[in-house]
């Protein structure tokens, strides 16, 4: 009650002519179109923070609202902008909100205090998220960004946003938002809008997308398509290989272009921040340059694009904001890149930025509530590309923040360490065994639970025709544990996987990978069966799903790398042609061996005469006894000699 009386007198006070400092001017007194970005600067840890009060910055003008605020926000608990809404409300402002379904089954503090004074709310996309983070105030002013309106979001993670003065903008936005606050249409039911998209704000072109109904990923690949220069990007969920693959078409022609030119001389930070430091047009080397958040490296597995683009050496960081506040924890703590901004072909007549709520994922493009912005012109690119120097400054190598976060763990050899230097060398991880042939095409659906004991009426052992489990075993030939994390097998055309934070070989010891895949994957029927190998080190696709990656190793073709997170090739096996050995012969089944000398260096994987047929009576210990009187390989133990 005591609340309610506070936010009903300052109501009082603002709708009386009190105005708060920074808040926009009264009607009479028109600014004209115009766009501003905010960044909030958290910092790399505590007390290295400059925030720009971004937070400040919206509640303000809330506070300035004379007729309607209509917001549409996914996770809201920042205080300032909660109580700016309250009120406005009690002013008499019409004030409305569109929340997600999940977070608000969750119980988001934001929404409670809205429903607690009557606030109305419309909830939506109930199986996917309704992301957008925008405010719409007086049908004039438009507040969107990459941020969600949470203390992390303001505080302790890095975000942009933009305040667009202009009436068009704000009816393109309204027009978004009453599909979802007054048709309750969300996600795939929203329909195209039907009123423009394009406007020109001051010095500012602006274009606005919302997803899934517009197609804002085709935008964004045909702006990267036509990228000539450059492409500085800072992404938090990474996970569409569309994006990925024209990062890495551009990065192919620039490299080829800096060599031209004699720019490849030039040290990757002084390329990074050419257009930073001034350079313009035929001065500039070019270039694309990546800072990747690490919850998501983490959290995204094998989806994340970041092992593709390391690969192919694309020159990126992982963001270095430690700002926390959980010291340490930057997951429930902060201390997050939660940025989705792509610098285009900065220093150039055609500068550009791609911001807004739409993360590069399959489910903002086909499923979330989203907004994309398209920003050009020099002046608002060049305030971007000053924060995304800031940003790279602070980041991280990617492998020596591999090595740091796994500091403790004893005379860990990275691929470069703290200092910089590269102790890991071609040779000191081998891939020493090959298992590729794993089903020979004639499975029969219907018996995917094969019970081996029972009678058949296939007339064969169904054992011998449900298996494509696939391995790739590797060995660790120095006396130091080595840090695999970020490495990638490569098939000579795009990575097969990648190994994720924190895996480590030890001295002397095998590491097993396996790809399981012994029945259909079927919803209603949970994958049974007994799988082909044991004792894995690492494990792909363990739901069975095909849109995971796979080993998908071929018979008919075997080249395969492996590559560290610089992209150096540290081994290699195959010369692009049928495997050297192995594979189905009648009803056996074998591996692919390296041989292994007893000392001294192991023998080029490229080399037929380095490789032989796995021997034995019966498999190895480590494959299933269902399976070793037919497949014949020794995974995670040292090949017969």
Known sequence: MRRNLIYLLTALLLAGGVWTVGCGPPEDEPMGPQIQVLFNSPGWRAGTEVNRMPSEFISERIDAARVSVDAAVYGFNKQNIIDALVRA???????????????????????????????????????????????????????????????????????NWVWIDHPGVADAFT???????????FSAAKEPLGVPNTFQVGDTEVEVWFAPQDDAMGRILEELKAVHTSIHFSIFAFTKDQVATEFINRHREFEAYNREMGFDDMPLTER??????????????????????????????????????AANEVPMRLDGNY?????????????RLHAKTMILDAGTPDA????????????????????????????????????????????????????????????????????????????????????????????????HTCNPGAASDLGFDC???????????????????????????????????????????MPGQH?????HNTVPLSERDPQRGNHAFLNPDFVLNTANDPRFRRLNLKSGYMDLSLRNSKAQTIDHVGDGGPAFYGGRDGDMNYSMQRIMPSSGPVPDGRERSSWQRASGATGGSNVHEDFRDFIIASPGEPNPQ
């Open 511 to 515: 590491f097993l990978v396996l790809d």
């Open 89 to 159: 409300h009690y002013r008499g402002v019409e004030v409305r909100l569109v929340a997600d379904a999940g977070e608000y089954g969750r119980g988001s503090h934001g929404y409670v205090v809205m429903e607690e004074h009557k606030i109305p709310i419309q909830t939506g996309n109930q199986f996917h998220i309704m992301h957008d983070k925008f405010f719409i105030v007086d049908d004039r002013f438009v507040f969107v960004g990459t941020g969600n309106i949470s203390r992390s979001e303001f505080v302790f993670n890095n975000n």
């Open 323 to 335: 700002n926390s506040r959980i010291p340490g924890d930057y997951q429930a703590g902060g201390g």
């Open 175 to 185: 027009a978004e938002f009453n599909q979802m606050f007054e048709g309750a249409r």
């Open 272 to 309: 990074a921040n050419a257009a930073f430091n001034g350079l313009r047009d035929d001065d500039l080397p070019k270039g694309v340059f990546g800072i990747l958040d690490r919850s998501q490296l983490h959290g995204n597995g094998q989806y994340h694009q970041g092992y593709r683009l």
């Open 463 to 505: 054992r011998r025709r449900i298996t494509n489990d696939q391995f790739v075993e590797l060995y660790n030939t120095t006396d130091r544990p080595i840090n695999m994390s970020l490495w990638t097998l490569h098939n000579g055309h795009d990575i097969i996987m990648g190994f994720t934070p924190g895996t480590v070989i």
């Open 352 to 447: 550009r930025v791609i911001t807004g709520s739409f993360n590069w994922s399959s489910a903002a493009t086909i499923s979330n509530d989203e907004v994309l912005l398209i920003l050009r012109g020099e002046r608002i690119t060049d305030e971007y590309i000053r924060e995304y120097n800031t940003l790279w400054q602070t980041a991280k190598d990617l492998s020596a923040s591999m090595c740091i976060l796994m500091k403790d763990f004893d005379q860990l050899t990275c691929d470069v360490d703290v200092a910089g230097n590269a102790p890991v060398q071609p040779g000191d991880v081998v891939i020493s065994e090959v298992h590729f042939d794993g089903w020979n095409g004639e499975r029969d659906p219907s018996h």
